[in-house]
């Protein structure tokens, strides 16, 4: 049966017709078919991979703002000054909310219901709004910018709607997050405990759970800005109060929660290495939740100026009362050094894991290859983000800032590449070459260092020719990588020779039980959990080294 019924007169009609017109014809309905069925599904995977797409143009988008960015601040071509604060604008909105955010979430909402043993995720059709609230408000944001909207534009009309599109974002996003913490919370499989939750479910859930928490005060924010702005514009500052209330949802350490579900891949990946249990799985846990801490951030950003006992912006020193540095360690502390504790604490937790074993090859998954490198990247950023917020060092005002948020956006999309591609399998039923992947790794590293490295340099530096342009090359080389992975992803899934492996990893987890791709409702039946590593329990060559639940 199809979607549209035909009249007896159109019937009659399409006999009379040639049979390549009709072909045609056919063909046109099953597109508009298929459009119509991505459009509208509640398949977890189909909506997780929107999400990826989207994400993944964001980045193609981004990096080419930062190109025209490099080009004018490496004098080797003028770009028009009225247009600069939009570009400014877009860098930030595109690094955040069009690559950052998307990729996260979308490879969760892909993954996540498999790892758990699910059917399906909670509330599909709530994720699925989310989506469409994200790339409407994302589309919006946009349109502003190109029309000198902004934090910095000078059309009203256009701000009003800059901000108002960050607020559709913000609804969409927390739509996508409760749908996500909804399901690792309630849709387990029988047997799995929060204990044993697979590493990369709990990074959603402690991103998904983050995000509950900043996107309703980033809301209330926008909402204040938004009737502010369009009434007296005295109590929050007008356009340029954007910058003033909101700018820590675009900055460190606020992005340091979007990134979990990167270094969540890399915790995924490290086991699968030499093929082993994972020991003391709470200890891996408490790193990622330490990173979450950075949750807090938006909430203590927007009550800071009413705390005694800290300092301005979360900063510390600046003066010279050692009280006074005293009191701003703490906030400083928690919100900059805990999760840079946290990431340390998964690194080396994934080190100890990847091992060698003796008489074992190893067996190198991109989860890991990519999951690593972007780790490395995020923790350059954190360890940025930690110095930039020492006052003493004179680095506001410089582009050190902007160096870290690129390390961690760059650092998280490669850890995202390496979860597409692990579990490309699931969703496509294709396996990625990985003598072509491995590469593609490498050269995300170098853009990524190139591309945030200098900008670290500059600001104690402050002769900016020579770093912009290293940081210049740094973005095209990022631009080249986005493409070239695309571009091996769609080449692999036309070919029709490709193998459709269940589990090409030999892995640990739920998700590698089902055919590949996983079809729609994931599981014929659902299974029961008897341990953390549920797939080495029914594998006679699994490896006799116990894990612990805990």
């Known amino acids: 049966m199809t979607t549209i019924d035909p009249t007896s007169d159109a019937v009659g009609h399409a006999g009379d017709r040639s049979d390549d017109v009709a072909a045609a014809d056919s063909r046109a309905e099953l597109l508009l078919a298929g459009i119509a069925d991505w459009l509208t599904s509640t398949d977890h995977k189909r909506i997780g991979r929107l999400f990826l797409g989207g994400g993944f143009i964001g980045l193609l988008a981004t990096a080419i703002v930062n190109i025209v960015l490099g080009i004018e601040r490496g004098d080797i071509a003028t770009v028009d000054g009225d247009a600069i604060a939009q570009l400014l604008d877009a860098q930030r909105v595109g690094l955040v909310f069009g690559t950052l955010l998307p990729l996260s979430l979308g490879l969760c909402i892909a993954v996540v219901p498999l790892q758990l043993g699910a059917r399906s995720l909670a509330f599909p059709r709530l994720a ?44 969409g996003l927390t739509a996508a997050a409760g749908s996500i913490a909804t399901s690792v919370l309630t849709t387990r499989a029988p047997g799995m405990t929060m204990r044993r939750v697979p590493f990369f479910s709990m990074s959603a859930l402690i991103t998904a759970l983050g995000l509950l928490l900043v996107m309703p005060v980033l809301l209330g924010t926008l909402t204040y800005l ?15 109060g954007i910058y003033e209330w909101a700018l820590w949802v675009f900055t460190q350490p606020t992005t340091f929660l979007f990134a979990i579900p990167a270094i969540g891949v890399l915790a995924e990946g490290a086991p699968l290495l030499f093929r082993l249990r994972t020991p003391a799985r709470g200890v891996m846990f408490a790193g990622l939740g330490l990173i979450g801490v950075a949750a807090f951030t ?7 100026h009413n705390l005694p006992w800290a300092g301005s912006d979360l900063y510390i020193g600046g003066g010279d009362d050692l009280r006074d540095k005293l009191a701003d360690a703490v906030p400083w502390a928690m919100f900059n050094l805990l999760p840079l504790l946290g990431l340390v604490v998964v690194v080396l937790m994934s080190l100890f894991l990847a091992k060698p074993v003796k008489g074992a090859r190893p067996n190198l998954s991109p989860a890991f290859a990519f999951g690593f490198l972007g780790a490395g990247m995020v923790l350059m950023g954190m360890l940025g983000t930690a110095l930039f917020a020492i006052d003493d060092l004179a680095l506001q005002g410089t ?17 995202i590449m390496g979860g597409v591609a692990f579990w490309a399998p699931k969703l496509w039923g294709r396996t990625l070459p990985a003598g072509q992947l491995l590469p593609l790794a ?41 493409l070239a992975f695309v571009a091996l992803l769609a080449t692999t899934l036309r070919n029709d020779d490709a193998d459709h492996a269940d589990d090409p990893y030999d892995a640990q987890t739920l998700e590698w039980t089902t055919p590949s791709p996983a079809p729609h409702g994931n599981f ?4 029961t959990v008897m341990s953390a590593e549920p797939l080495l329990d029914i594998k006679p060559t699994a490896s006799t080294t116990t894990g612990s639940d805990a």
């Not at 994200?134 to 256009?158: K, P, Q, T, Y």
């Not at 938004?226 to 340029?240: E, K, Q, S, V």
């Not at 938006?298 to 800071?304: E, F, K, W, Y």
């Open 128 to 171: 699925a709004t989310g989506f469409w609230m994200w790339v409407g408000g994302l589309v919006f944001s946009v349109i502003a910018l190109v029309n000198d909207g902004g934090g910095l534009g000078g059309d009203a009309d256009m701000v009003d709607l800059f901000i108002a599109s960050h607020g559709l974002m913000a609804i």
């Open 226 to 240: 938004f009737l502010d702005h369009r009434n007296a514009r005295t109590g929050f500052g007008g356009n340029t």
């Open 298 to 304: 938006g909430v203590a950003q927007q009550s800071v």
């Open 399 to 415: 582009v050190f800032e902007e160096g870290a948020l690129i390390y961690v956006t760059y650092g998280a999309a490669l850890g």
């Open 442 to 482: 490498g050269l995300g590293l170098i853009a990524t260092v190139l591309a945030s490295l200098p900008s670290y340099v500059e600001g104690f530096d402050t002769s900016r020719d020579i770093y912009s342009i290293a940081v210049l090359a740094g973005h095209v080389l990022m631009a080249l990588t986005a």
């Open 524 to 527: 014929v039946d659902v299974p």
